[in-house]
C-alpha cells in the first residue's frame, strides 16, 4: 500500500494564473508559501521559506479565480506529482506540483466584498475526464 497525500497551509506569492483548456476545463496555478521558524543555539531567530506550485481544476480552480489573491492564506490538500519536459537547450527539466483536492482558506481577507466560502473540497469528484 502507499499513500500521496500532502497538507500545506500558507500564503500564495501571487495571484492565481488561471487557464481555460480547448476543452473548457479550467485550471488555477500559484505559489504557496510556508515557513518554519527556529532558534538557533546562538539564540538566533531562523526561518526558513519553501515554496509550493499549487494545481487546482474545475471547482476549484473557479473558487482560486474568484477568491484567492496575493497573499491569501489558505490550507491546500491533494497529492504531488512530477512533471518533466525538455528546455529549449535539451536539458530535462522538473517540477513537482501538488494537486490539489480540498482547499480552505483561512484569515478574514475578502475580495470586492464577497463571502468566502469556507471549504471547497473535490475528493468525491470524478477525476477521470482531467486532459492527463
Same mark, same amino acid.
Request: charged share 35%; glycine share 6%; no cysteine.
Given at each position: &500500500?502507499?499513500?500521496?497525500?500532502?497538507?500545506? #497551509?500558507?500564503?500564495?506569492?501571487?495571484?492565481?494564473? #488561471?487557464? @481555460?483548456?480547448?476543452?473548457?476545463?479550467?485550471?488555477?496555478? +500559484?505559489?504557496?508559501?510556508?515557513? $518554519?521558524?527556529?532558534?538557533? =543555539?546562538?539564540?538566533?531567530?531562523?526561518?526558513? @521559506?519553501?515554496?509550493?506550485?499549487?494545481?487546482?481544476?474545475?471547482?476549484?480552480? $473557479?473558487?482560486?479565480? &474568484? +477568491?484567492?489573491?496575493?497573499?491569501?492564506?489558505?490550507?491546500?490538500?491533494?497529492?504531488?506529482?512530477?512533471?518533466?519536459? !525538455?528546455?529549449? !537547450?535539451?536539458?530535462?527539466?522538473? &517540477?513537482?506540483?501538488?494537486?490539489?483536492?480540498?482547499?480552505? &482558506?483561512?484569515?478574514?481577507?475578502?475580495?470586492? !466584498? =464577497?463571502?468566502?466560502?469556507? #471549504?471547497?473540497?473535490?475528493?468525491?469528484?470524478?477525476?477521470? $475526464?482531467?486532459? +492527463?
Amino acid at each position: &500500500m502507499s499513500v500521496n497525500k500532502h497538507i500545506i #497551509i500558507g500564503n500564495l506569492g501571487k495571484d492565481p494564473e #488561471i487557464k @481555460t483548456l480547448e476543452n473548457g476545463t479550467k485550471l488555477a496555478n +500559484f505559489s504557496v508559501a510556508t515557513t $518554519d521558524a527556529y532558534t538557533d =543555539k546562538e539564540g538566533n531567530k531562523v526561518t526558513n @521559506t519553501e515554496w509550493h506550485n499549487v494545481v487546482l481544476w474545475k471547482k476549484l480552480a $473557479d473558487v482560486a479565480e &474568484m +477568491f484567492l489573491v496575493k497573499g491569501s492564506q489558505v490550507y491546500v490538500e491533494g497529492k504531488s506529482k512530477t512533471r518533466s519536459w !525538455d528546455d529549449k !537547450d535539451g536539458n530535462k527539466k522538473y &517540477m513537482t506540483e501538488l494537486h490539489g483536492e480540498r482547499l480552505q &482558506m483561512l484569515g478574514k481577507r475578502e475580495v470586492e !466584498d =464577497k463571502p468566502t466560502p469556507h #471549504i471547497v473540497d473535490t475528493t468525491d469528484d470524478e477525476k477521470d $475526464d482531467l486532459p +492527463f
